[in-house]
């Protein structure tokens, strides 16, 4: 499977490609945690049905040879909501402002009367 991961530095964020699957210990790393506690996390979110575990998680042979559990992008950007460090407060950043750049304000006008002013 060819996957791609998330780089966080002091102040960007560099992705490898568009196909973001990662380990939870390329997560912890990113963000600069603890990789046992992005473990539990990852687990609870499963536990209490935040995202489908068959859908998000896969278990991939990496480019060592070794076997492990690598993550969506979605669970990616959970996990960096459920911790503050600097590292996480430049990828929201980051995040943020791609969405905006993506898509403008939109604005939405209601009515309150029918268009004869009845």
């Known amino acids: 499977m060819k996957r791609n991961i998330i780089k966080v530095s002091n102040y960007s964020v560099t992705l ?3 196909n973001i699957w990662m380990t939870y210990w390329e997560i912890a790393e990113a963000f600069n945690v603890i ?26 042979r990496l ?4 076997h492990a559990y690598v993550y969506s992008l979605d669970v990616v950007i959970a996990i960096s909501f459920k911790y503050r460090t600097h590292y996480t407060d430049v990828f929201r950043k980051w ?3 791609k969405v905006k750049e993506q898509h403008p304000p939109v604005f939405i006008s209601f009515q309150t009367k029918d268009l004869y002013g009845c």
């Open 16 to 18: 490898t490609g568009n």
């Open 35 to 60: 990789p046992a506690s992005v473990n539990r996390t990852i687990k609870r979110m499963f536990k209490e049905n935040v995202f489908s575990e068959c859908e998000h998680s896969k278990y991939i």
């Open 63 to 66: 480019s060592n040879g070794n």
């Open 95 to 97: 995040l943020t402002d």
